[in-house]
């Protein structure tokens, strides 16, 4: 009788979520929702499976102060459409940014994840805050430095 022992099996580890902040004034878009990324998919950690969620939860703090590169903070447009005829409505980075500065994070980070129920669970575990201040103080989160 042959046995496959070339199988792995990871067992799942019902461990408490791992709080993490990060403070967006400090890096670029880009830059910073990539690291968001690779983290809530649990690719930091030794255990990485791709259709698996990890327990990782991550704060981010001044978004209103998120840095672009080039002239993306007049150039860069954001659209939404009512889905009526003609109800397609534009809106450069600078507008967004003092009307509703956690929405720019957000966007970004949506197009970083998974397209699928997965995305949208992990999409869950991110806390945006435009200013210094958060509810999360008991969570003792860990500074992430990016760089």
Do not use: C
């Amino acid at each position: 009788m042959n046995i496959n022992k070339n199988k792995t099996i990871i067992k799942k580890n019902p461990n408490e979520a791992e709080w993490y902040i990060l403070d967006a004034e400090k890096y670029k878009l880009g830059r910073l929702t990539s690291k968001i990324a690779y983290i809530l998919k649990n690719k930091n950690k030794i255990d990485y499976l791709p259709y698996q969620e990890g327990n990782s939860k991550i704060i981010i703090i001044n978004s209103k102060k998120v840095q672009t590169t080039g002239k993306k903070n007049v150039q860069k447009t954001y659209k939404k459409h009512s889905g009526r005829p003609g109800g397609l409505k534009t809106e450069i980075f600078d507008k967004l940014q003092d009307r509703i500065p956690n929405r720019i994070i957000e966007h970004a980070l949506r197009g970083m994840l998974p397209k699928n129920s997965l995305g949208r669970k992990l999409f869950k575990k991110v806390k945006i805050y435009p200013d210094q201040d958060h509810p999360h103080q008991s969570q003792n989160p860990i500074e992430i430095n990016i760089d």
